[in-house]
């Protein structure tokens, strides 16, 4: 990392308008194209105080700023147009989360990068609509809850709503969504509001390790730790009206349920065994990436091949995952309200991914290309009238499921033509954090624990604060912040805010 | 009089229901029987996921008529297994023909007075010996607690109302889990926060039931207990208003000799410290919580495959060297090559996982199927809670079998968190994390992935940063 004094770094850094900054080349090592980010005023700050941490001597140590980090991934051989940093950006293993990049198909040294993905492939959001309102709900909100818990299975496979043994598991990763339909999982329709219909048809399980399977096979149909989350929630206000009323949405106080999972352990293991192929790779093909952590393979490689196949089984694990939740929910809900999911008009509105990397096209300097498209932490957005998008949603634009972090308000966005051009049809994913954000003050005190430790005759190290911090920072990236940012600089339009009445953590 | 099944789970334990549970869900149509001593049995319930692989649960207790009808039970004791004509025979008597059996008959309690039955030593283990401690401690002053694992370290803090004296081997206090520092952690908690006043009163969120007492006291033969037993038991002693006192702690200590004193009132103990010393005390009664034994208190016709720590030798697929023989739990020793981050301790935690891979794995061969052996033995876990404090263990915590050849990266503030990650050639290969840390799903990532972290130095640890999404 090229380290300077802060105010020389931001002489490579420009706000070009109210809600987007230019990094120009220069700002890292060997950039091919500029980089950028959305930001407002609030977001703006932490955005450079985090670079300006970064600039103390020795400061941040392995972790770099999302803004450096937007840099070194515009070093990267093929990418086209920019490297993009959207609102909710934070650091993340090799690219930022928020980060998205485009490569060129067509140039041979286009590369992939799994760390362009995230570890959690296709970790993503659906959202199900229901007919019923917050007075319905509200009085029930915790027996739903806690039925909804009771029905998603943790631990060992349960009664046949998940693939069991491994002949199932390759299936699933191979069908992805056709096999919960032809399993009588879901319904049909739901296939239409999902990116790619629900399955990547690249998938080949026989590209997936064992250890992958292995490590997936137990989490299918559970929701999983941190993150995810389903959430019961009402709508809060509703800012487009006839886009809300396309997705069934017709007014306040309408009960959706939202889902919040990935593929987990299964596209952990995918993304490291990729990482130790493409490093090797890289070696072979005289790669070089300013930062390790983004290695990477050319596309037409085999590593790059064997990646895109075994990620796209991944991506259908995920939909096969929430696909199963969606079956539990809708039981939960018909079981409550003594009627069927049919009745209660549970549609999934739409089902997004958060990390994945996808083949499009899109108009780079006038010119339609075709584009490995890279969206880690953030969201396709595609604008009205794109043949890629449902017949339902053909004249609203693509929805967009922001979720905010459990417990805080939740948005539904559309894509919209000046996104499609800006961004490559891409928008925020949810909250973010910055780099630090200490959750509360430590005194870390060692003394007598190294005193007893010493005895074991294992070098010792022990962590401690580096940033000096003149004030503790509220670095917190509110959802709301984000989803006003990609509002007002046009990359996304916002149409529906949900807030939760009950959380059911994994 | 004879039986037939097609799944027969021998022991009413953790594992031996998480066994019949997943055979039930496995093969919801089969003919499940579970063989169980005591007409109370344990089941695994309020599963919570601390990280992906890592689960948090309470344990119920429960009677075997409130089961539900996915299999079906039978209050009675395993006397004779021949494997050959796939038959068992019981105490009672009764002859019962299975397809697949499995053995889940646990152990019972290491005493250190051997197989001597002594009146005023009591071993820990289920709950029966629960009561029988609550009863000898209703007119107790002094308690002297001998061991050093979960359920020790459990009493020393949880007993109130009596003098403690808890008599350790090691160095220092709760070692099968912890290391020294984290030892002292809780040393300077125990002593600065004195949580055992204040404490407050914690809502046990698990459905209760009415403890339903064994019809007549069968002697230990119950199922071990779970991981709350404490929770719904009066541990108060006889000094009741005097004022609390922390227990006083022997280390390097065992125990020489005991002689009873006349009248039941107690005994002399004479310990033994390490450098040859020794000391006398007087006490009401002695608590044993040493570990346990595997129980195989059964004959068979063919041999079956024992490990040099007693257990019943066991595959990946839980299957014993006698053919359509399974075993798990307590009473099996893993004999499969481990993963790089597993290894086996005698826990609930590893109890449910094998029950369950057990329950899998006859599931599969009465199918003809095959399946992976469960993902959890690929690293170990294990969440607890230690004087007060939540605990969540990960792989090789403690540098188990890394020799001399790795280094630890220490975070800790006084009575609040202590964090430890053990990393060699910069990877993480395990991690002790103390207090609510929100670190077991990352640090569970970071171990399997082998991710080198050297780049990050001690930052990985740096109180200013939040690693828990950077990985995602």
Redesign the interface.
Known sequence: MVVRPYNDELRYLEKVSDHCWRIKKGFQPNMNVEGCFYVNSRLERLMLEELKNSCRPGA????LPGVKQIANVAALPGIVGRSIGLPDI????GFA?GNMAAFDMNDPLSVVSPGGV???IN?GVRLLRTNLYEKDVQPVKEQLAQSLFDHIP??????GIIP????DLEEALEMGMDWSLREGYVWAEDKEHCEEYGRMLNADPAKVS??A???G???LG??????HYAEIQVVDEIYDKWSASKMGIEEKGQVVVMIHSGS??FG??V??DALVQMEKAMKRDKIETND??LACARINSVEGQDYLKAMAAAANFAWVNRSSMTFLTRQAFAKMFNTTPDDLDMHVIYDVSH?IAKVENHMVDGKERKLLVHRK?STRAFPPHHPLIPVDYQLTGQPVLVGGTMGTCSYVLTGTEQGMQETFGSTCHGAG?A?????SR?????K??????D?????????????V?EEAPESYKDVTDVVDTCHAAGISKKCIKMRPIAVIK? | MSRKCEFLVVGGGIAGVSCAE?LA??R?NASILLLTESSIVKSVTN?V?????L?KFDVREQDVSEMGASFQTLVDRLDHINSREHCIRTKAGLEIKYRYLCLCTGGTPKLFSGKVVNPLVIGIRDTDSVQLLQRKLATAKDVLILGNGGIASELAYELKDVNVHWVVKD??ISATFV???????FH?AMNECNAKDSSPVVAIKRMRYSEVLPKEQTNNHGAALGPDWHRSVDLSGAREGEENRLPKIYYKSRISSVQDLADDAGAIVKLEHEDGSFQQLTCDFIVSATGVWPNTDYTCDSPLQFSDDGGISVDEMMRTNLVDVFAAGDVCTANWPAAMHWFQMRLWTQARQMG?MA??SMA?ASEG????????F?LFGHVTKLFGYPVVLLGRFN?QDLG?D?????????N????KFVLQNGRLRGAMLIGNTDL??TCE?LI????DLE????????????I?????
Request: charged fraction near 25%.
């Open positions: 941040v140590g392995g972790f934070h650091s993340g293993y989360i995230g570890f959690d970790c943790v631990g060992v496979g349960s009664k069991m043994n491994a002949r064992m250890r399977k292995k490590r096979l137990p989490q559970t929701l999983g730790a941190g993150n987990r352990g952990h293991q993304a490291t390790r952590q990390n932490g954090r780099l630090s954000r200490a959750k430590r005194n870390l005190d060692y007598d624990v190294l005193d007893k430790l005895q074991l005759g294992i070098a010792i190290r022990v962590a401690s604060p580096k940033l911090m994994g | 997943s869900i496995y919801p599963l996921p601390v990280a992906r692989y689960h160095s220092h290391d020294p520092g984290a030892a002292e952690f300077i369950s329950g899998r599969a199927e095959s399946v992976y052996q469960d993902f959890c690929e540098g001399r790795y280094e630890i990266l220490v975070r800790c503030t006084r609040k968190e202590y964090i077991a799903e990532n399997l992935n082998g991710i780049p990050y130095g001690d930052d990985i640890l740096n109180p200013d940063i939040d828990e999404d950077y990985f995602d």
